[in-house]
């Protein structure tokens, strides 16, 4: 069973709101991403990181930003949260290297804008 | 970059069929092939994976085989049941180690 945390699990708020959906793992992993996950099913890479001081962006262009200050922590935030951005957020890790290092994932958080 | 692609987006079968999903891929340098069931509420959870120098892999009801030539990979389920109706994943990894992800199956088992 894989040890990565996702909090909240639903979230609903107003236009304009910051926020920032918390992401956390307990297995030492270097590697971690945020996925954005459409109705229709679709996995969209809008993060990821290498490691500590690492940020990628993905390949779907985002608004949000990530940091990775803590090994274990992978914060995602939205400056000002529009409709638009009404989607499952999925976080997951990995290991850094190694021949079979499949992706862990949480059990996401469920964002409505209104 | 990858592409995968991933087919079909939904299958429905009667339970104890069997249910194969295919995925192709476009990158010779892929090396990695894992597959992620997804069920409602949860996020995707891995129940198999191949490497590049394996032709198949079989843990109990299901099996993944990779055709490295033909760039193509397939989950196969025997005899379903309606616990693994879920929406399945294939993904490819090359160097690097970012992995593409397939669009999804949704697989609907009934009973």
């Known amino acids: 069973e894989a040890d990565i945390y996702q909090t909240p699990r639903y979230l609903v708020i107003g236009t304009g709101k910051k926020i920032t959906l918390e992401c956390s793992q307990t297995m030492g992993h270097d590697k971690m991403y945020w996925y954005q996950q459409d109705p229709g099913m679709e996995l969209h890479l809008i993060h990821y990181s290498y490691g500590v001081n690492s940020t990628e962006k993905g390949d779907l262009s985002s608004e949000s930003t990530v940091s990775r200050i803590r090994t274990e922590h992978f914060p995602l935030t939205l400056e000002s949260a529009r409709p638009s951005h009404t989607s499952q957020y999925l976080c997951?890790?990995?290991?850094?290297?190694?021949?079979?290092?499949?992706?862990?994932f949480g059990n996401g958080t469920r964002l409505t804008v209104t | 970059g990858e592409n995968v692609e991933q087919h079909p987006s939904t299958l429905s079968v009667q339970e104890g069929d069997s249910a194969v999903i295919k995925c192709t891929y476009s990158d010779s340098a892929s090396n990695y092939f894992p597959w992620y069931k997804q069920e409602l509420g949860k996020g995707p959870q891995l129940i198999i994976d191949?490497?590049?120098?394996?032709g198949e892999k079989k843990d109990q009801r299901i099996a993944v085989t990779l055709n490295k030539t033909a760039k193509h990979f397939s989950l196969h389920i025997t005899e379903t049941q309606p616990e693994d109706s879920a929406v399945y994943f294939c993904?490819?990894?090359?160097?690097?180690?970012?992995?593409?992800f397939g669009r999804g199956t949704s697989l609907i088992v009934h009973p």
């Open positions: 993904a490819a990894r090359g160097g690097s180690y970012i992995p593409t």
């Open positions: 191949i490497r590049s120098n394996v």
């Open positions: 997951a890790s990995s290991e850094l290297e190694g021949a079979n290092s499949p992706l862990h």
